[in-house]
């Protein structure tokens, strides 16, 4: 593998069990993803997009093929692996943004370090760092109730970059937000992808959003289509 891919899925494939039905979602999916990319994928509802996401994230496991990340296979790990493996390498970035309601942004930041070894002043040094990338340093102790959806959605990045991850998943990250707001959230991802070398992956539906990334991929019925004008880096199965 080549050292400037982080990713390498070679003929993967996904297949659900529904009854005495399997349903195909990826059959002989190839593709690489390099480092300090910012990669958007869109594509029609039911095309794959999220299902992609949860095996790039380590969230589910493919049927058959092979995963790669930063050289090693991450298909087949346990789930206790996995789940080391997430929290050391991937921040996710949701449309709903995913904050515990009953914790303060500062709290909510945290989450993701409470699973590591470090000290309760180094835990909150990070977080403080986190919230000040974000610009809400001064709402560290607000709950999300008392925030808008921009402002929940940088805690939500400040969450996501709080242990210093590679890579950023970011399902849908500017679906519930209006056109202003999701470009300063667009923005951000283009600075942490820039500035601090994040390679980020995100889904949207919305062209505009895709806009900021280096450049797209098309999924459609779990395979990757050319579209005009895109800078394609695709390998297409056959
Ligand atoms: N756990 C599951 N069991 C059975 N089928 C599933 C499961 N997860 C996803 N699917 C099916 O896989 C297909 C792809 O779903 P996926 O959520 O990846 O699509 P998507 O492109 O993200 O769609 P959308 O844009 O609507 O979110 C759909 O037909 C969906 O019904």
Known sequence: MSDENLFELKAVAKRFKKGKETISIFDDLNMTIKRGDFLAIMGPSGSGKTTLLNLLGGVDQPTGGEISFDGA??????????????????GFIFQFYNLMPMLNAAKNVELPLLLTSLSSKQRQQRVDTALQLVGLADRAKHMPSEMSGGQLQRVAIARAVVSDPK?????????????????????????????????????????AAARYASHTLHLDKGQFVDKEDDDVLQEKSA
């Open 73 to 90: 296979r991450i298909d087949g790990l346990s789930e206790g692996e996995l789940a080391k493996w997430r929290a050391n390498n991937i």
């Open 167 to 207: 890579l950023l998943l970011c399902d849908e990250p500017t679906g519930d937000l209006d056109r202003q707001t999701a470009d300063e959230i667009l923005e951000m991802l283009q600075l942490l992808n820039r500035e601090f070398g994040k390679t980020i992956i995100m889904v949207t539906h919305d062209p």
